[in-house]
């Protein structure tokens, strides 16, 4: 029985990999004007977005698979919206990325993720500057840079399509925490994309009306129904095969085949499109970045974990109880729980930035706290 899980936790994880790399790729394939040669990356983004709200809606209201959370207009306008408007710009920025620059160099930017991510909860009060994560991120700033110098075909226009698109997303998480979370929302990813998938649309329809669509020329758009449909099919499938994983493994399983994908997809992108050439320098500062990268993460899981083995009765009467409330509305899986055969574990609100999860191609993961009634619905499905 033991084997029979591991296998299929290794499975999941294949498919996360799979599916991860094959939507770059796909994406990627789909918008170069050398390939299928539809540069149009807010279009294909709505349809990414369009798809994806349908399909939540079926599964809310038809098949009622989950049930929606209590949603206010007040909390969808104050968060819904603004979280919205930022994953909308992440997506926008980033795929428009595809058509200046290379796969394998886009892989090599996204190790600016956490440094992004940290900083923004840094401004926004969320988390605290020390010098042992500053150090890190400086270090993933240098690899970065470095890899950039190397860089055969370096692109500003693109390098800064994708760097903005990091911002945006990074804006998103820590709005993700300080907004929803605040408000004892948990959201998995079926509820996700039928809260923040239609608002998406909506705002990537006005850059598409003034930016894409004045240049559309129907006579010479390649349109395949299968391969948009199969697109969006690959980008939604990738999303539910991350609510998999995170229910089969924890924050530093996933994250370090997060870094194990990041290798696969340099090497097949160097195959599959012969001008994403990488040199020894790219290599070189890829790596000093991921030193970085793999650095800042042990460190915010050992901090993640000091704060589970808190002593409870050293903390005063208040704190404690909305240490539990805030545990009871935030829960997310660990390693730790699944040597011990237990897939749920805890941390506090004060440490939740620091074990998102999130696939920059699809989507609507907003971080790795599942709802506990699509925790259950997954365990009973995977048991």
């Known amino acids: 029985m033991i084997n029979k899980q591991l296998l299929l936790t290794y499975l999941y994880l294949l498919i996360y990999i799979c599916l991860s790399s094959g939507v770059i790729l796909y994406n990627k394939w789909v918008l170069s004007p050398k390939y299928f040669k539809f540069p149009y990356p807010i279009t294909l983004t709505m349809i990414h977005m369009g798809f994806s709200g349908a399909v939540a809606v ?4 038809v098949l009622k698979v989950v049930a929606p959370v209590k949603m206010t207009f007040q909390i969808y306008m104050t968060c819904v919206v603004p979280i919205s408007a930022f994953f909308a710009s992440s997506l926008w920025f980033g795929n428009t990325a595809y058509l200046y620059i290379s796969v394998a160099f886009i892989q090599m930017l996204k190790a600016l993720m956490p440094v992004a991510t940290f900083l923004m909860a840094v401004i926004c009060g969320t988390d605290k500057l020390s010098w042992a994560v500053f150090l ?64 998406s649309c909506f705002f990537l329809f006005l850059p598409w009306y003034l930016l894409e669509k004045p240049g559309m020329d129907p006579s010479q758009i390649t349109f395949n129904f299968w391969i948009f449909f199969s697109n969006a099919v690959c980008a939604l499938a990738l999303n539910f095969s991350i609510f998999l994983v995170i229910g089969r493994t924890g924050a530093v399983t996933i994250r370090v085949a997060g870094v194990l994908k990041d290798w696969i997809l340099i090497a097949l992108s160097t195959i599959i499109f012969p001008e994403s050439a990488i040199t020894g320098l790219n290599i070189i500062g890829y790596a000093i970045a991921l030193c970085g990268v ?9 901090d993640v974990r000091a704060s589970d083995q808190l002593p409870v009765e050293n903390i005063p009467e208040r704190t404690v109880k909305d240490w539990k409330l805030d545990k009871k509305s935030s829960d997310v899986y660990n390693d730790d729980d699944n040597k011990t055969g237990n897939n749920t574990g805890n941390v506090g609100g004060s440490v939740a930035s620091e074990v998102i999860i999130t696939d920059e191609e699809t989507p609507l993961l907003p971080s790795s706290k599942l709802s506990y009634i699509g925790r259950t619905q997954l365990n009973s499905h995977t048991a």
């Open 136 to 199: 890190n991120m400086l270090l993933v700033s240098v690899g970065v840079v470095i890899s950039s110098y190397g860089e055969i075909h370096f692109n500003i226009i693109g390098t800064l399509y994708q760097v903005t698109g990091i911002l945006a997303e990074a804006l998103r998480l820590v709005l993700t925490q300080v907004l929803l979370q605040k408000k004892g929302l948990a959201l998995n990813p079926i509820t996700s994309l039928y809260y923040i998938a239609p608002c």
């Open 58 to 61: 079926i599964l809310v209201r």
């Open 294 to 302: 793999v650095m800042y993460n042990y460190l915010k899981v050992r």
